[in-house]
């Protein structure tokens, strides 16, 4: 073979893996301290990415300042991974929280400014508005009275302006289990992909535990009701590494790990990337009443240690990867003990889904570069890989990330409700019938 055919060849077959970058959550600086026996497998979680959630609650912290430090701590060839979560009356509150600072179409505008200004032409993923079309979906929901139609069209158009933006809505997965609702799904999806949108797709999966391949079967079912193959999906595959857990499970699932690592190298053709939109570790509720498959556990989005053992041990880093598993018990240190005794916990918590039939207290809860700032008080971290090819007649080098391994055994106590919260706050989902509408 002539050797410009050889190299033309070459080029055609060779991908190079994106970096994906974030900030990390801020369990993992708070856990690592609090359980040092599990410090080598968070560490080596931070080495990946877990997207960093934009969101206008107050516990959050300054979202200005969140955007700031994505952006000067990212390299600038990296793709930005973003949840955006601050839609006006979210989740249809009945009353207006005292605890975000989004009320109103106007605040909306003014939230999502701010994000874009700071992004300016930088790439990035956005996620955007976990659970919104969800309930959009039903058309006796709030949502429709809310507006959130309005404003999701709202925020894809100033989203949009930046032409490295790629836009993925996110439709939990549910709502493409039925023929109905997966052409309300298509219904509203055309109606935010107008011209010069960047929806690229949407996201399936947030925090739940789907297999990839019923998942990319969903994606296949959303594009037939599409007509269209112009959309692909994004995967949450943050707690999904083992099947889709029996009876549509849903809180602190025991027979799980973390599944594929960040990536946009899936190996579907209609999955664009592998995201981690939930930091593994974090409770999804006390989850009392539930199935025999749930743990139960501390308040949701408290980190969860016998839950993050679990997920580690099980998860595809050390079934494939060959990171030990967390033996023994973990033990909390007697340095956060005392932290605990010594102040108030004003951290914030993760929310996610209220079960109708269940406590209310129980709620459902991309490759390697790390970034960090002491001058930041989030300390942010990011991640992503980036696959380096030398094309011309020389071989393929790999640069890969090393985990510094600290590793103790102690005693597991979980017992303790330490309040260990991640950076930004996940959705506080309405109550639901889970097994006829399987909300998270």
């Not at 999701?152 to 439709?171: F, K, P, W």
């Not at 549910?174 to 609702?181: D, H, M, N, Q, Y």
Request: with cysteine; aromatic share 8%.
């Amino acid at each position: 073979m002539p050797y410009l055919e050889l190299l033309l060849l070459v080029l055609a077959t060779t991908v190079q893996a994106e970096t994906l970058c974030s900030l990390p959550p801020v369990v993992y600086t708070t856990a690592k301290v609090a359980y040092p026996a599990a410090a080598f497998a968070i560490e080596a979680l931070e080495q990946n990415n877990i997207a960093t959630w934009y969101s206008d609650q107050l516990k959050s912290g300054d979202y200005a300042q969140l955007a700031t430090d994505l952006v000067s701590l990212c390299p600038e060839d990296s793709r930005l991974s973003v949840v955006v979560y601050g839609l006006p009356e979210k989740d249809c509150n009945l009353k207006t929280p005292t605890d975000r600072t989004v009320h109103t179409a106007a605040d909306y505008v003014a939230f999502l400014t701010k994000l874009t200004t700071t992004i300016g032409k930088r790439k990035v993923l956005y996620i955007l508005e976990p659970d919104a079309i969800g309930l959009l979906t039903d058309a006796s929901s709030c949502g429709h009275k809310a507006g959130y139609l309005a404003n999701l069209q709202t925020a894809v158009g100033l989203l949009s302006q930046n032409d490295n933006a790629m836009i993925y809505l996110e439709v939990g997965y549910w709502t493409l289990e039925s023929p109905a609702t997966a052409t309300n799904v298509a219904t509203l999806v055309k109606q935010l992909t107008t011209p010069g949108s960047r929806v690229k797709g949407i996201t399936l999966n947030t925090l739940n535990y789907q297999s990839i391949n019923t998942l990319s079967t969903l994606c296949t079912t959303f594009q037939n009701a599409m007509g269209s193959t112009d959309l692909h999906c994004v995967i949450d595959t943050s707690r999904n590494r083992n099947d889709k857990p029996p009876n549509h499970e849903w809180c602190n699932v025991q027979t799980t790990g973390i599944g594929a690592l960040p990536t946009d190298q899936t190996g579907y053709a209609n999955v664009d990337y592998f995201v981690w939109a939930t930091p593994p570790g974090t409770s999804d509720g006390t989850c009392r009443h539930r199935r025999s498959n749930s743990m139960a556990g501390p308040p949701p989005g408290e980190f969860f240690p016998a839950f993050f053992q679990s997920l580690w041990n099980q998860s595809l880093l050390v079934a494939e990867k060959k990171y030990p598993p967390i033996s023994g018990t973990l033990i909390e240190s007697d340095e956060t003990l005392a932290d605990e005794n010594d102040a108030t916990d004003t951290r914030p918590r993760l929310h996610a889904a209220n079960d109708a039939y269940i406590d209310d207290d129980t709620l459902h809860s991309a490759t390697a570069l790390q970034v960090s700032g002491e001058n930041s008080s989030k300390n942010t971290r990011g991640t992503g890989v980036v696959a380096i090819v030398a094309l011309v007649g020389v071989a393929v080098v790999a640069v890969g990330a090393v985990v510094n391994w600290r590793r103790k055994e102690g005693k597991l106590k979980v017992a303790r409700e330490t309040a260990l919260s991640a950076l930004a706050p996940l959705p506080n989902f309405p109550p639901r019938e889970r097994d006829s509408l399987s909300i998270l």
